[in-house]
């Protein structure tokens, strides 16, 4: 079983949707984890990080649920720019190395 | 302000060609990283190094070394480049936390 799962898409929504992904990790030891954003033949980039007491940042909401081992993200009110690979990640050990999921596709369409 | 760089953008070698791939960062950062991604694998990490003079193996080491002779570089080698090893590389640096893990614009290698 892989690390980190994630929901393999793709999402096809309107402007203006809700729209949320899943994501599951494995280790228990994990210790940290995050969002990360990876537009078309780009790098990744930090989107958000997760807490476990959940955290906003407009009109995205980030998710964590350490009994389940379960992470999320919403995304409210899609724009066509939020079109983009979205990576979910995790990270343990003191040498802060990330394990990435592989990855889910949104296109927001007009 | 240019964060991390990889240096070339592109390369096309023939299998058994060796060469390296060079990573530097201006953030005065300890942690540095090499990831490979492939279609349908995410991102994976190959190398990393958690100080100047430090290397050590993440997930996917074979067929590549590593060298961190300067804090400021990380440089990735393959000594005889086979097709399995075409890719995108992705360098990436990091302060204190994982939170903190810059990326640089990639490497496209194709290996024929």
């Known amino acids: 079983r892989k690390e980190v799962e994630q929901d393999p898409g793709p999402f096809n929504v309107p402007e203006g949707a809700t729209v949320a992904f899943n994501c599951t990790y494995s280790n228990s030891a994990s210790q940290s984890f995050f969002w990360y954003r990876q537009d078309c033949r780009k790098e990744p980039k930090l989107l958000m990080s997760v807490y476990s007491s959940g955290n906003e940042d407009g009109r995205f909401t980030a998710q964590l649920n350490r009994a389940s081992q379960y992470i999320s993200l919403l995304i409210r009110d899609s724009k066509l720019s939020d079109s983009a690979t979205y990576l979910c990640?995790?990270?343990?050990?003191?040498?802060?190395?990330?394990?990435f999921g592989k990855g889910t596709l949104l296109t927001v369409n007009p | 302000n240019a964060g991390v760089t990889q240096t070339p953008k592109f390369r096309v070698l023939k299998t058994g060609q060796s060469m390296t791939l060079l990573c530097a960062q201006d953030?005065?950062?300890?942690?540095m990283y090499w990831y490979r991604q492939d279609p349908g694998m995410g991102l994976r990490l190959i190398h990393y190094s958690v100080g100047e003079g430090t290397t050590a193996k993440g997930e996917v080491p074979d067929g590549y070394n590593v060298s961190r002779l300067k804090k400021q570089n990380f440089l990735l080698g393959l000594e005889s480049a086979a097709p399995s090893q075409t890719s995108v590389y992705f360098c990436?640096?990091?302060?204190?936390?994982?939170?903190?893990?810059?990326f640089g614009p990639g490497t496209r290698l194709t290996v024929l």
């Open positions: 990640v995790a990270s343990r050990g003191s040498n802060y190395k990330l394990t």
């Open positions: 953030m005065n950062h300890e942690y």
């Open positions: 990436a640096s990091s302060s204190q936390g994982p939170d903190t893990q810059y």
